[in-house]
């Protein structure tokens, strides 16, 4: 019942009225690395937002660990699930580099010492070891990213949902991106419009578009698809 | 994507006051405020009078009788500034609460204030609901008020959504990274403290390079300093009718204060 992602009959319509999920069915098994594709404005983001408790669904549910989200379960699912989201600024919010990566264990309650080691894990695991005192806001959006899955790696959560990780990456950040996820052994989400990394990493692909799952199975299955692909505006 | 619904305060229509000139609108308003204000304190009466006035523009404007009803009740915190006049105005003694005396007279004029306040509140709800921000803007112009003061207005106007917008985003990062362990979470108040104190001051950095890139952005396009709008209608007849029904509604109920 751990590490997994039960989505079902998910639907969302935004404030002002634009229907972002029309009904999204998902399941995905503990230790799975999937990578979610599809068209801008697909509802992506608007799923990923789902999974740990930001968004709540208008109708159907979300599970997560085993965990329906309720506002009781929020807790729990956020440290659970740990969410990196397509904007970096949408991620950092503390003064420096240690502040941002510490909050997450420091919340969970851990004791000084063992924050410490978590933080120095989670810079070691980016890349980003020399940052610590660095003014987050400062950085470049590719150090930017790379602290922001920093921060949610040092609460050692039990699913991984990256919003969009490689864009704008330089290729040597890219390649250090897809070493670490390919090292990690959470269960994993990715939304991406990287194909070559989908290819590389993710074994299953999910496709979306307009608020729907319009296929879901193997990758090189999906991607050889070329009506597939060029229905819903993708590319091999 | 996700943005903070402050709903603009404009509602589209077509009713009679949405058609009216805004130069007509905002003085409209400005004259109710000033009438409502000189009226002396204790004119029931005239207040009652300057109320259904309030309630007739509403039923004009198509949007319900309620709508500025619900809304100005924000207003009632800065009228509450008042509150010392009961007991420190001189007068008929109503009631005693320890060494402080309640007057009649102090009682009468927190209650006018209170109702004044109210009414104009209303009043400026349904200027603002019926008129478009830019035509707003466009009104204070033609009206003389200064380009500057203008210029303060539309731009605080337009980025405190913006600002909004970032405070969210801020408020969210934070919410993603709550999580609860097995030990006591939450950190301590001064933890929590820091980091609230550390986030106000990231959302004052993030304005103020926002501001700076926006700017730039403005420059680029030609800006000097007013955004300039297409040219202005001309008064038309109903505008005009409107104008002397108004100010003549105004002058009767001013009128009667004074009269009885």
């Known amino acids: 019942m751990h590490h997994t992602i039960e989505v079902n009959d998910l639907r969302f319509k935004y404030p002002d009225g634009h229907p972002a999920l029309r009904g999204v069915t998902l399941s995905i098994a503990p230790g799975e690395k999937v990578a979610l594709v599809g068209p801008n404005g697909a509802g992506k983001s608007t799923l990923m937002l789902h999974l740990n408790g930001i968004l709540q669904a208008e109708a159907g549910e979300v599970q997560v660990c085993g965990l329906p989200i309720r506002k009781d379960t929020l807790g729990k699912v956020r440290a659970a699930v740990g969410l990196v989201f397509q904007d970096p600024d949408d991620q950092l919010f503390s003064p420096t580099v240690f502040e941002d990566v510490a909050f997450g264990p420091l919340h969970m309650g851990l004791l000084e010492a063992e924050v410490r080691e978590r933080v120095a894990e989670a810079l070691a695991a980016v890349g980003m070891g020399d940052y610590v005192q660095r003014v987050s806001h400062h950085l470049s959006v590719g150090e930017k990213k790379r602290i922001a899955i920093a921060t949610v790696l040092s609460m050692n959560p039990e699913i991984l949902v990256l919003d969009e990780p490689s864009a704008g990456l330089d290729p040597r950040a890219r390649r250090g991106l897809i070493g670490l996820l390919r090292d990690l052994p959470q269960t994993m989400l990715v939304s991406t419009h990287d194909i070559r990394m989908v290819v590389e990493l993710l074994p299953r692909t999910v496709v979306m578009d307009q608020g729907r799952i319009v296929a879901d199975g193997p990758t090189p299955e999906l991607l050889n698809d070329e009506e597939l692909l060029a229905a819903h505006g993708l590319e091999a | ?260």
């Open chain 2, 1 to 260: 994507m996700l943005h903070i619904d402050l709903a603009d305060q404009y509602r589209r229509g077509s009713s009679l006051l949405h058609r009216l000139d805004p130069r007509i609108k905002i003085l409209g308003a400005l004259l109710f405020i000033l009438v409502a204000t000189l009226l002396p304190p204790g004119e029931w009466l005239a207040l009652a009078l300057l109320f259904v006035t309030t309630l007739l523009v509403a039923l004009q404007s198509s949007l319900g009788v309620g709508f500025a009803l619900r809304r100005s009740f924000v207003a009632l915190p800065f009228a509450l500034a008042a509150i010392t006049l009961p007991f420190t105005v001189p007068g008929q003694p109503l009631a005693h609460f320890g060494s402080l005396t309640l007057t009649v007279e102090g009682s009468v004029r927190f209650l006018s204030i209170l109702i004044k306040s109210w009414v104009s509140v209303q009043i400026a709800i349904l200027l603002t609901a019926t008129t478009a921000f830019p035509d707003l803007l466009w009104g204070l112009r033609a009206l003389r008020i200064p380009r500057p003061l203008v210029s303060i207005v539309s731009f605080m106007y337009r980025y405190m959504f913006v600002l909004a917008d970032e405070a969210l985003r801020l408020l969210r990062a934070r919410a993603a990274r709550s999580g609860t362990g097995e030990g006591k979470s939450g950190g301590s108040l001064a933890w929590r403290g820091r980091v609230a104190g550390g986030m106000v001051g990231n959302l004052t950095l993030r304005a103020f390079e926002r501001s700076e890139r926006i700017y730039d952005a403005m420059v680029a396009r030609g800006f000097q300093g007013e955004i300039k709008t297409l040219t202005p209608p001309q008064l038309t007849d109903l505008d005009r009718n409107v104008a002397v029904g108004w100010v003549t509604s105004l002058a009767l109920i001013a009128f009667i204060a004074f009269i009885f």
